[in-house]
């Protein structure tokens, strides 16, 4: 059974950091690609980062400079590490197996996901 989890959402206030884990069991995490997708209140689900099997990464513009992806292989585990947070980087934040996952509008979609952690960023 594919299990996903996302942990690490929670309440900060502007220009603070979080770090979201992913935890992946019954899947083949090394050889596959992970993503970071998000959807804000009133807003469709958008990809924020990526990480490829060989460890190369990509940001969306929402990311550049901000954010970090990373993974840990022996703890089947990604990572989103978000620094200088802002008001509208409040949202869900997903993550999912990225060659499998589809999106329309809002997250999740079709694919492997997990359920969501929440990240509110507010004075």
């Known amino acids: 059974e594919v299990n996903i989890a996302e942990s690490g959402g929670g309440s900060v206030q502007p220009g603070g950091s979080l770090r979201l884990s992913c935890k992946v069991s019954?899947?083949?995490?090394?050889?596959?690609?992970w993503a970071w997708y998000r959807q804000s209140p009133g807003d469709e689900c958008k990809l924020v980062a990526l990480?490829?099997?060989?460890?190369?990464?990509y940001y969306s513009d929402i990311a550049k400079g901000r954010f970090t992806i990373s993974q840990d292989n022996a703890e089947n585990t990604v990572y989103l590490q978000m620094n200088s947070l802002k008001p509208e980087d409040t949202a869900v934040y997903y993550c999912?197996?990225?060659?499998?996952?589809?999106?329309?509008?809002?997250?999740?979609?079709?694919?492997?996901w997990g359920q969501g952690t929440h990240v509110t960023v507010s004075s």
């Open positions: 019954g899947f083949p995490f090394d050889d596959s690609e």
């Open positions: 990480i490829h099997v060989h460890g190369k990464t």
């Open positions: 999912g197996a990225y060659r499998t996952v589809t999106v329309n509008k809002n997250c999740p979609g079709t694919g492997y």
